[in-house]
């Protein structure tokens, strides 16, 4: 157990049951997660980015005690999590909070957003009734919302406005962590952009530590001070941003990186296109998970057996028998 880590999943797997039908009386098993290993230093963003569907909200669940692996664990502060009583996990949920993707459905729409945002601190008992609405003003104003909007419904505010509702009831509770997933997928690009500073004012004000989720690698390239990439449930790379930018290792990694949308009409870029189609969750490769797609394949090698996380040196691990 690295002591430095403030959080370390180790091992992961997680299957879910999906019926082939709706009177189907036999389930096949979806591998959301296979075998995923990662740490979380204090202090530090690690941005968490893939495809749709290749495991990253999954992660943020269990993270959250939301749902149970089916092996593995989830360490915080070297405490596995999924064995805490419930006193324990009660207070680990004060340490570590999550702001959802979608700004509007995550908030309810039949409170008005002092009772949203005030409403953790009154489960907890942080503060006595009476010095809640001063906390909630205090929340408010830290992520730029005026006051006199307390005792607004979220329908009326913009989706900017509500993600920031939601990151206010995410501090509430003066977390250690947050774990953000996909928050800015939602939001306009000028929006985006306000949000992605608001976190990093509020990372170095509070001293926060995030797991940053999203499909986006500019975004992430922004935040991030690591970042790992996954491919159908397995991570497969993960390096410090600017190594990860500037020396891409996993095949995957380069035609992700290919693809970013580079903000200058004058100049071109070689975008390389992936072909085939992504293997089912449902019915796993023998051998590497991106075997089936990948321009240096070797069969082989990749189509027999699962490369591993090894590293390679400057902080910098890979997933493929060909870089490690």
Do not use: W
């Not at 419930?86 to 993707?101: A, P, S």
């Not at 509007?104 to 945002?117: D, E, T, Y």
């Not at 797991?211 to 935040?223: E, G, K, M």
């Amino acid at each position: 157990m690295d002591k430095l880590s403030l959080l370390q999943v180790e091992n992961l797997r997680k299957s879910f049951p999906v019926k082939s039908s709706l009177f189907s009386l036999r389930s096949d098993m979806l591998l959301a997660l296979n075998d995923v290993s990662f740490s979380v230093e204090q202090g530090e963003t690690l941005g968490l980015v893939g495809e749709s569907g290749c495991g990253k909200s999954t992660i943020a669940k269990l993270i959250m005690c939301l749902d149970a692996p089916d092996s593995g664990a989830v360490f915080y502060r070297g405490e596995n999590i999924f064995s805490m009583n419930r006193y324990e996990k009660r207070e680990f949920r004060k340490k570590v909070q999550i702001v959802f993707q979608d700004p509007f459905s995550s908030l309810n729409p039949r409170k008005k957003v002092s009772s949203i945002i005030g409403e953790p601190l009154v489960i907890h008992k942080m503060f006595p009734d009476r010095f809640v609405r001063k906390k909630v003003y205090e929340l408010m104003s830290l992520v730029g919302l005026p006051r006199e909007y307390a005792d607004r419904y979220p329908h009326e505010f913009s989706s900017g406005q509500r993600q920031r509702i939601g990151i206010a009831r995410a501090l509430s509770l003066n977390p250690e962590m947050i774990v953000a997933d996909e928050p800015v997928s939602a939001l306009d690009v000028s929006i985006q952009a306000q949000t992605i500073n608001l976190f990093m004012d509020l990372q170095k004000e509070m001293d926060l530590t995030y797991l940053f989720i999203s499909h986006d690698l500019s975004v992430v390239r922004h935040i991030s001070t690591r970042i790992a990439v996954m491919y159908l449930g397995k991570l497969i790379e993960i390096a410090d941003s600017d190594e990860l930018f500037q020396r891409p290792l996993h095949p995957y990694t380069r035609l992700l990186l290919s693809s970013v949308p580079v903000p200058d009409p004058m100049k071109k870029r070689n975008t390389v296109l992936l072909q085939g189609d992504v293997p089912s969750p449902m019915a796993p490769l023998p051998g590497c998970v991106f075997s089936s797609r990948c321009p240096d394949v070797r069969p082989d090698i990749c189509h027999r057996s699962q490369p591993r996380l090894k590293d390679t040196g400057h902080s910098h691990a890979v997933a493929c028998f060909l870089r490690a």
